[in-house]
């Protein structure tokens, strides 16, 4: 994401969207993850 703003492959607002669902992503995954290790 950073590289496609940097060579203006995405508009700023694009970005900002698009880092917020990134984020919210990760978030997710991570719970998940840590879900899985507490129920092995």
């Known amino acids: ?3 496609a703003r940097d060579l203006q492959l995405l ?3 694009d ?8 984020t919210e992503v990760k978030r997710m ?3 998940f993850l840590q879900k899985l290790k507490a129920a092995s």
């Open 11 to 13: 508009r700023g607002g």
């Open 29 to 31: 995954l991570t719970s």
């Open 15 to 22: 970005h900002d969207r698009l880092a917020e669902k990134t």
């Open 1 to 3: 994401l950073l590289l």
